[in-house]
């Protein structure tokens, strides 16, 4: 599979292979095999979040699962690994503010068995989460200690929001952006294109528009 490079210097196969339903519909074994699979075609880039599989409570998180996979086949250093903090919407406590997000970032490495996330993203904020986030004492400031530190790479947003999307692009933090694209979501068509006028990374979400 061929290999680009997103603006921010990672090295990504085309093709990221989303982890959402891995430990919710899509059980260990079936979520190994494909991983495995992903791997043998060449594939690099695994994308997660903090909060897979909280808003059922049944199953393993897609975090937890993935980080066994990793430590059972020794091939953490293959993955381009990106995960994401989702905020309090499905009861999981987490929040906007700086020690809330340093604790989620620890507990993402905890849970995937690594020192170090290439892209921690922050997961679809409303408007209000935004301002938040970017706010003295905010979760953006976790970030940015982070990244300093070595535990992630990159810090990129995902957005279901038109609006958010081209505030995004004004935003001198965001390395990457994750916004729906396919064939019945087109709304984004001139902000992807404005993202490699401003490098940045552009994440195709719901390729497939979820089989519609």
Known sequence: MEIINLPNGLAVSPVALGAMDFGTTTAKEAAFRVLDAYLDMGGNFVDTSNNYAHWNGTGDESETLLGEYFSQRKCRDRIVLATKVGFDRHGTGQGLKKEQIEYWIDESLR??????????????????????????????????????????????????????????????????????????????EELIARCAQKNIGFICMKPLAGGA
């Open 111 to 188: 849970k995937l068995k690594t020192d170090y996330i290439d892209l921690y993203q922050v997961h679809n904020p409303s408007a209000k989460d935004l301002d938040t986030v970017t706010s003295e004492g905010g979760a953006l400031e976790a970030l940015f200690e982070a990244r300093e530190a070595g535990k992630i790479g990159h810090i990129g947003i995902t957005l279901h929001s038109i609006e958010l999307f081209e505030k995004a692009l004004e935003l001198d933090w965001v390395e990457t952006v994750m916004f729906p694209y396919n064939i019945v979501e087109t709304q984004g």
